[in-house]
């Protein structure tokens, strides 16, 4: 059971860290001050969540490693975040659609896990869901904005919603560890999440005027350690700096 | 009681980020005990991010130290989540005073998408006036977003809701 919890931390507190460093990367590069600010600010919550999450995935560990440890030293295949935080920010449509599939999927897995049994995960849910509401709102919004925007902003975000569908199969895949969780009533049933995710993604589309995709999420496998390309670059630039001077402080 | 004097003492520091307001006035202090001699000093943290954690933390040990205690812990809970109902009175008044809007409303049921459906309208900390419109849902630290005063035509920084 244990070994199940210390899982699930890591695949939390993995796909946010990995998607605050992409928001990061924004950091004075984004298309606007307004949103420069959105992305780090965002970028910074999600910090935050992989902080909460590390940390406590060191406290179930059974080996002497700190959050630091965790998210700088480890190979390609421990990572275990979602794959659709990998995607890199080609365009701002992509950003946007990014960070609205995960943050509408956030915010009804933050609200099933502030009943977890497990008394942590709990607490980290209450802490974050704030945070995911407030990502929400400003990326839901966004998706509006673009679809209903002009001609050239619709089309972008339409290719956008349509590439990064493909990941979102990703999302909901149960491997045995977090079934048991599930069973123990510390996480919901990821798979009964989607029906809800869809629901609440296509309340957006139809304000935004924009057309669900027509062909079937594909990937999956990061529970796995299988990840997309992306990831592998990502890494390489992130884990620099503490590989080549292991005992760097701020 | 000798928490009492942890309470005075607590009472003086400052937010590094928002200096006109002490850490009491945020409403981050959860607990203060004791383990011996030594204070036990509970926090929460405001956003989960929030940089000034750690200053937090270093300020009140340097502040336990420099009143003759020793052995501090500022050991950090998560629950119950903070919220901005927590700022104290006397904090949103030295908000406003400093020329941030304080938080307008409870943090209870805010929705969750479209957050152009739910905006209160803000009053300007300058002029009072209501007619203000947001600029930007973010700012320049995780607990403000940016307005701008249709009246007085002033800019002025509001402290989110959470």
Redesign the interface.
């Known amino acids: 059971m244990k070994k199940d919890l210390y899982n699930f931390a890591i695949r939390m507190g993995d796909t946010s860290w990995i998607l605050s460093h992409r928001l990061c990367e924004l950091c004075s590069f984004g298309p606007f001050l307004e949103e420069d600010l959105a992305m780090t600010n965002v970028g910074l919550d999600h910090i935050g969540q992989a902080e909460e999450w590390l940390n406590y995935a060191c406290e179930l560990s059974d080996e002497d490693v700190d959050a630091d440890f965790l998210a700088y030293r480890r190979k390609e295949k421990e990572y275990r975040n979602v794959q659709l935080v990998e995607y890199p920010n080609d365009d701002f449509a992509y950003v946007i659609t990014r960070q609205f599939y995960l943050d509408v999927y956030n915010y009804l897995l933050y609200t099933k896990l502030t009943q977890s049994k497990d008394a942590t995960f709990a607490a980290i849910a209450q802490k974050s869901l704030k945070e995911v509401k407030y990502h929400l709102r400003h990326s839901s919004n966004w998706m509006v904005r673009l679809g209903d925007g002009t001609e050239e902003s619709h089309e972008r975000v339409q290719n956008a919603v349509d590439d990064l569908w493909f990941y979102t199969g990703d999302l909901f895949v149960m491997p045995e560890s977090e079934q048991n969780l599930a069973k123990e009533g510390i996480i919901p049933n990821l798979a009964d999440l989607e029906a809800d995710w869809e629901k609440m993604v296509l309340e957006v589309f139809e304000k935004a005027g924009i057309n669900k995709p027509s062909y079937e999420v594909l990937a999956s496998g990061s529970f796995d350690g299988q990840h997309t390309e992306y990831l592998g670059f990502m890494l390489c630039e992130m884990q620099y700096l503490p590989n080549k001077y292991q005992d760097a402080k701020w | 009681m000798k928490e009492t004097r942890i309470w005075e003492i607590l009472a003086e520091i400052p937010d590094p980020e928002i200096p006109v307001l002490t850490i009491l006035d945020l409403g981050i202090v959860r607990k203060v005990a004791f383990e011996g001699e030594a204070p036990i000093i509970t926090i929460t943290?405001t956003?989960?991010?929030?940089?000034a954690m750690q200053r937090f933390e270093s300020d009140i040990k340097e502040a336990m130290t420099k009143n003759g205690y020793e052995g501090t812990e500022v050991p950090m809970?998560?629950?119950?989540?903070?919220?901005t109902d927590w700022i104290t009175e006397e904090g949103r008044r030295k908000l406003k005073e400093y020329g941030i809007a304080p938080p307008e409303e409870s943090?209870a049921d805010?929705?969750?998408?479209?957050?152009?459906d739910d905006i209160v309208n803000v009053t300007c900390p300058r002029c009072n006036s209501k007619n203000t419109k947001l600029?930007?849902?973010?700012?320049?630290t995780?607990c403000k977003a940016?307005y701008k005063c249709n009246d007085c035509l002033e800019p002025f920084e509001y402290f989110?809701c959470?």
């Open positions: 943290p956003y989960s991010g929030c940089p809970v998560y629950d119950p989540a903070w919220t943090s805010k929705k969750a998408l479209f957050y152009e600029e930007s849902q973010f700012g320049s995780a940016l989110k959470l």
